[in-house]
């Protein structure tokens, strides 16, 4: 599942462990939670970056995570997580300060394209919260179409356990070939 693209000026490639800097350097303006889990909400230490790259090491074959980088500076992230040969659901995170760029715009674009065309996947989905406008926007700017909402269906993570935790409605958005 590896990708490399040129991705005008910026390029777009697979991140590994190795990049655990770039991730610590890029979430350090952030409040909320970013591509790799719902857990830190804020900054990654190094100890954080670590284990969410290694949690999406591509070599695992379950999920890996693509960064849009400039100048060695981590921008964005992309990831894809596969659900069988045929489809896979995309997540992404734009670093706060580089929002409403149309940076998301392209990299999803590019990965939902070098999906389709290069690694053979179908099916490419979203879930999204409908109160997200900007993902809403974004995913309907990079071609995706609602499918459905499922009641309920979203953890919020404002608690650890499940039972005490908010769930919210969830929007599916699909991306076919
Ligand atoms: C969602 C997110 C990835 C968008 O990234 P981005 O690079 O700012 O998006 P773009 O600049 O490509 O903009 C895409 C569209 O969203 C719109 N948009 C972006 N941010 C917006 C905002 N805060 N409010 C309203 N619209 C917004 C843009 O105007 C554009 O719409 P248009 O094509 O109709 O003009 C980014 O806001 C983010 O990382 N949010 C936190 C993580 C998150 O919510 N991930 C998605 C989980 S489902």
Redesign the pocket.
């Known amino acids: 599942m590896d990708l490399d693209l040129d991705h005008g000026g910026s390029c777009l490639r697979t991140l590994t462990v190795q990049d655990a800097p770039l991730v610590v350097e890029a979430t350090s303006g952030e409040t ?1 939670r970013a591509l790799w889990g719902a857990r830190p909400r804020g900054p990654y230490s190094w100890r954080d970056a670590l284990a969410a790259l290694a949690d999406w090491d591509p070599r695992g074959g379950r999920q890996v995570s693509y960064g849009v980088l400039e100048d060695a500076r981590l921008l ?1 992230a992309v990831g894809l997580m596969i659900d069988d040969r045929q489809s896979a659901e995309v ?4 670093r706060p300060e ?9 990299a999803v674009g590019a990965v939902t394209d070098w999906a389709h065309r290069t690694a053979g996947i179908s099916r490419l989905w ?4 409908p109160d ?4 809403l ?2 995913a ?2 990079a071609g995706y179409h609602l499918e459905g909402r499922l009641p309920a269906h979203c953890r919020s993570w404002s608690d650890d356990d499940p039972a005490h935790d908010e769930w919210h409605d969830c929007l599916i958005l699909a991306h076919t070939r």
């Open positions: 909320a964005a997540a992404y995170w734009v580089e929002r409403r760029r149309g940076i998301a715009s392209r979203l879930e999204v919260n997200n406008v900007a993902s926007r974004l309907h700017r």
